[in-house]
């Protein structure tokens, strides 16, 4: 099969080949014929005995030894040595010898030119003229398709690369999602443990908010833009839970503002920063805590900011796993458009993070 497409690919190449030389010659052909007068046959005769053989002899060495070995290997200066060289070796050695003969032999041209020099003398301008035209053409082609095969190939590359570059990017963001999940949901049951010890009543509730937290994490956040909205109303969630385990001994603040409803947003980008404050400020605050989230949109950037109780005995010591996932998704999701700071004093912790969402 593929030998069959070659042979296909070849004919087609000579086909174009051969067209190209019937152009050339019937064009100059008929440019002589009504410059000069003449039969057009007999001349078109003439050329493809006398005139064509050259012109291809000269420019497939061209096209098919020069170009390749000095001008495609950036030996300018060479190829253009070279192919005047050979243009002129062609035209005083082969191309007016061998012309000279067609047109003694075929139109009977000794009665009037009977010596060779004077042949020379008149033909030697319009036949070098002719000959760098006919080669500049072909090699003009011969670039232009070397040159196009070039981008081709470039750009099959670039694709090849980008679709190579996406498919890890979203092979990535599915890792770290992944470990969102059984982060989350590890929190989530030891909070729930926390209450069967104590045999609470609001045990079943804080089974619905896990129920719904579950719901959004495991399945509505496979997409890669969500409503804010959605994203918010977790935290809500999220919040009512720590609020029924922490009772009294917590201050917690939840404020929105600015274009929400219109918002979209990667998901579970500012829940991680939520339970991160509960359990490196509540859990280990020692008597009454806060935490403090405050979110805004407004022209087209959403603004976060988390911060939560240090006592001195919580202080955080490095970058937990929910924010190097984070800071890694930011990076992959919005390169170049966000800003994502952590600040820590002797007794609040804060996380700032800004996102351009257009």
Same mark, same amino acid.
């Given at each position: 099969? #593929? ?35 003449? #039969?057009?046959?007999?001349? %078109?005769?003439? /050329? ?22 000095? !001008? ?9 040595? !070279? ?11 082969? #191309? ?43 090699? +003009? ?29 979203? +092979? ?35 089974? %619905? ?16 833009? $969500?409503?804010?909205? =959605? ?28 274009? &929400?409803?219109?918002? =979209? ?7 991680? !920063? ?19 989230? $405050?979110?805004?949109?407004? /022209? ?29 998704? %930011? ?26 969402? &257009?």
């Amino acid at each position: 099969m #593929a030998s069959v497409q070659t042979q296909r690919i070849d004919i087609k190449r000579i086909g174009y080949h051969i067209l190209f030389w019937v152009v050339i010659t019937v064009g100059y052909d008929l440019f002589s014929v009504v410059a000069r007068g003449g #039969a057009l046959g007999k001349t %078109l005769l003439v /050329d493809f005995l006398f005139y064509t053989p050259t012109d291809i002899l000269c420019v497939y060495v061209v096209l098919y030894v020069l170009i390749p070995r000095f !001008l495609l290997t950036k030996k300018y200066i060479l190829f253009s040595t !070279l192919s005047v060289i050979w243009i002129a070796v062609m035209v005083v050695f082969i #191309a007016i010898p061998f012309q000279y003969m067609g047109l003694t032999e075929v139109l009977d041209y000794k009665a009037i030119i009977p010596d060779f020099y004077p042949f020379f003398k008149r033909n030697i301008v319009e036949i070098v003229t002719l000959k760098f035209m006919i080669t500049g053409i072909a090699a +003009a082609i011969k670039i232009s398709k070397v040159w196009l095969v070039s981008q081709k190939r470039q750009q099959k590359l670039f694709t090849e690369k980008l679709e190579t570059e996406l498919k890890l990017r979203e +092979a990535e963001l599915k890792f770290l999602k992944s470990q969102i999940n059984p982060h989350f949901l590890f929190n989530a049951l030891n909070n729930l443990y926390s209450l069967t010890l104590t045999k609470s009543d609001k045990a079943p509730e804080v089974v %619905l908010k896990i129920s719904a937290l579950l719901d959004y994490v495991l399945y509505e956040c496979n997409v890669p833009l $969500i409503e804010l909205e =959605r994203e918010l109303e977790s935290i809500r969630n999220y919040i009512d839970l720590q609020t029924i385990r922490y009772g009294t001994k917590t201050n917690i603040s939840f404020k929105t503002s600015g274009q &929400t409803a219109s918002c =979209r947003i990667a998901p579970l980008l500012i829940l991680p !920063l939520v339970e991160n404050a509960f359990k490196h400020g509540l859990d280990k605050t020692i008597g009454s805590g806060y935490v403090d989230i $405050i979110t805004d949109v407004s /022209d087209n950037e959403l603004k976060v900011s988390v911060k939560n109780t240090l006592n001195g005995e919580n202080n955080h010591e490095g970058e937990g796993i929910g924010i190097k996932n984070l800071r890694k998704r %930011l990076e992959l999701q919005y390169p170049g458009k966000f800003t994502f700071e952590l600040t820590q004093t002797e007794t609040e912790f804060q996380a700032y993070l800004s996102i351009l969402t &257009t």
